[in-house]
């Protein structure tokens, strides 16, 4: 099993540019997540999935949107980059809610 | 209050030390609890769960505080491996619909010879 895996590991994007940041696990879970990690901040919550088709906002959902087509993948969009979204990001997955959560390698991302 | 608190440390401490965290939460309805290591520039990994009767891994122990609303994580026979920072992870469970588990900001430990 590759567990949770992430593309890109580094990303740096112009203010206003929009990209998709991948998330896929292999191992049949239900929930899957995103989180942003900011130093002094801890991890914070952007958006989460219980299911395919399911989707709900976490704690810092503005300016991102996912979609969950399949039970495997769970991409992040970032919509009009901004400095502010400077951060790295890392998915995570869990049998289901509740669960201990897997976490992807992160991706590094700088908003110029 | 935040949900959620850590002393962020860091704890120094030489190898062979027993050194302890605890991380405090306000929500008496959380149902699960774990602890998570994070070594520098990594993603976090699991440590360990926490269960209401204590669990133990090796020179590893958790416990949870219901009553007084905390966890802990106790490491003995401290290793330069176990240079890292723990995060302890509280799971509200739903609330209205939402679930949003909340992290703590983690605690640096720093063992040294």
């Known amino acids: 099993n590759a567990g949770v895996t992430q593309t890109p590991k580094f990303q740096v994007l112009k203010t206003g540019q929009s990209m998709t940041l991948q998330c896929a696990q292999d191992?049949?879970?239900?929930?899957m997540s995103w989180y942003r990690q900011d130093p002094g901040m801890g991890l914070r919550l952007i958006h989460y999935?219980?299911?395919?088709?399911?989707?709900d906002q976490g704690e810092v959902p503005n300016g991102y949107n996912v979609s969950r087509s399949t039970t495997e993948d769970f991409p992040l969009r970032l919509l009009s980059a901004a400095p502010s979204q400077t951060s790295v990001y890392f998915c995570?997955?869990?049998?289901?809610?509740?669960?201990?959560?897997?976490f992807g390698p992160g991706t590094r991302l700088t908003v110029l | 209050r935040k949900e959620v608190e850590q002393d962020p440390g860091p704890f120094n401490v030489p190898e062979g030390a027993t050194v302890a965290f605890n991380c405090t939460y306000s929500?008496?309805?959380?149902?699960?609890f774990f602890w998570y290591r994070q070594d520098c520039r990594k993603e976090p990994k699991l440590l360990m769960s926490?269960?209401?009767s204590g669990n133990e891994d090796g020179r590893f122990t958790a416990q949870l505080n219901r009553a007084s609303q905390y966890i802990s994580l106790l490491i003995r026979d401290s290793k330069l491996s176990d240079s890292a920072t723990y995060l302890c992870?509280?799971?509200?469970?739903?609330?209205?619909?939402?679930?949003?588990?909340?992290f703590g900001r983690g605690t640096s430990l720093i063992v040294h010879p």
């Open positions: 926490v269960y209401s």
């Open positions: 191992m049949n879970h239900e929930y």
């Open positions: 992870v509280v799971n509200p469970g739903p609330s209205g619909g939402s679930y949003i588990p909340t």
């Open positions: 995570a997955s869990s049998r289901r809610r509740n669960n201990e959560q897997f």
């Open positions: 999935s219980v299911g395919a088709g399911i989707t």
């Open positions: 929500n008496s309805a959380s149902q699960s």
